[in-house]
């Protein structure tokens, strides 16, 4: 990496972003899924200094259990402190605590970087909440709450129903979809909420981001065997059903569903279908008339022609230059680059590169951090 270092800084110049660090990450064996999500994951600005402020606040606490939030948190303390501007640093701690952790993740087997993302930040709530209703209670220790939906927790104190915590995690991922039922007997509509932490799409050929938020969105009619229990007419009846983004994220975290079972052949397969995702995205299939703006900072991408093999890496936006991340290796790379991995419009192509996980930062937190 020595090399491919300097060619970066080089690269760079004197527009090297000041106190900004690139470093790649070792791999060890088949840990690229790891690598992928964490470079995305340093690369989400408000994300990052949340992490290096706990670490910081908690750095004092030497007999502290060590858990996965106090290794992340080490680790990029480790990479943001460098004295070098570009290198290598070996995850080692994470990996392993990753692996003792959840045995999904202890094989050298290929991996899914959307699960990982998805245990990562819900392990990471949990932590905090464990911790939070520890400081609360102590000396008594309170009762582990029921499990909710996205790994979010609801606790009870004293048999009332407790506002459930809204950790720095919640805060920068977490959004709210309203799911709507409308009765077509007697037009009530029936509203319940639920918190995401990521939205997961389905995927059609040819397609975009924005077309998949709009299926995402679409109206479902319930007949048949699907009727719908109203409470108002006290039967079963036909009903119309919508799911709405109520309140958007500061971070969205847009998974494409590129792995699909497939039932005549008993296995998943990918879909390598073409998916354009805007590097400004307009998010209008809100509750709120507006439109929430959105910029994309990182993509993770699947390399390989199947969803049992393959490698991951990653694209990050810092400071207005794209960089490309794949395990140790970190290039400089241009904002066109970014089109080459939507998916390809034939199912045959010598392209495997394609974009997996979409992250986009709201311009509405930019704006007021500006």
């Known amino acids: 990496m020595g090399a491919a270092g300097s060619k970066l800084e080089k690269a760079l110049g004197d527009q090297f972003p000041e106190g900004e660090r690139y470093f790649g990450l070792e791999n060890f064996g088949n840990t690229c899924y790891c690598n992928s999500v964490l470079q995305a994951l340093y690369f989400c600005v408000p994300f990052r200094e949340q992490l290096l402020e706990y670490y910081s606040n908690n750095k004092n606490q030497g007999d502290a259990e060590e858990n996965l939030l106090t290794c992340l948190a080490d680790l990029f303390t480790q ?43 819900n392990e990471l709530v949990d932590i905090l909440e464990k911790e939070s209703h520890a400081a609360r209670s102590s000396p008594q220790t309170s009762s582990p709450s029921e499990k909710t939906a996205n790994g979010l927790k609801s606790a009870q104190a004293n048999g009332f129903q407790k506002e459930p915590l809204v950790t720095w995690v919640h805060k920068n ?11 077509l007997r007697c037009e009530t509509v029936t509203a319940r909420d639920e918190t995401f932490l990521d939205l997961s799409l389905d995927i059609e050929q040819n397609s975009s981001i924005t077309s998949c938020l709009k299926n995402f969105s679409s109206t479902e009619t319930l007949n048949a065997e699907d009727k719908f229990f109203c409470d108002k007419c006290c039967s079963l009846q036909e009903a119309q059903k919508r799911m709405k983004i109520k309140k958007p994220p500061h971070i969205l975290v847009i998974h494409l569903k590129r792995f699909k079972y497939i039932e005549q052949l008993g296995r998943y397969k990918k879909l390598s279908y073409r998916v354009v995702f805007p590097l400004e995205l307009k998010l209008s299939n809100t509750v709120e008339e507006a439109d929430s703006e959105y910029s994309l900072f990182a993509v993770v991408v699947h390399v390989g022609s199947g969803p049992n093999h393959g490698h991951y890496v990653s694209l990050v936006k810092s400071h207005n230059h794209w960089l490309f991340f794949d395990d140790e290796n970190v290039e400089m790379m241009d904002e066109s680059a970014v089109q080459t991995f939507f998916g390809s419009a034939q199912e045959y192509s010598s392209n495997t590169d394609h974009g997996y996980i979409l992250f986009y930062e709201s311009q509405a937190a930019v704006t007021i951090k500006s």
Do not use: W
Request: charged share 25%; with cysteine.
């Open 79 to 121: 990479i943001s402190s460098q004295k070098k501007k570009t290198g290598v640093i070996a995850p080692k701690r994470f990996v392993q605590r990753v692996k003792k952790q959840n045995e999904l993740f202890r094989s050298y087997m290929h991996q899914d970087a959307h699960e990982f993302l998805n245990f990562l930040l």
């Open 173 to 183: 991922f977490q959004g709210i979809l309203t799911n709507e039922t409308r009765c």
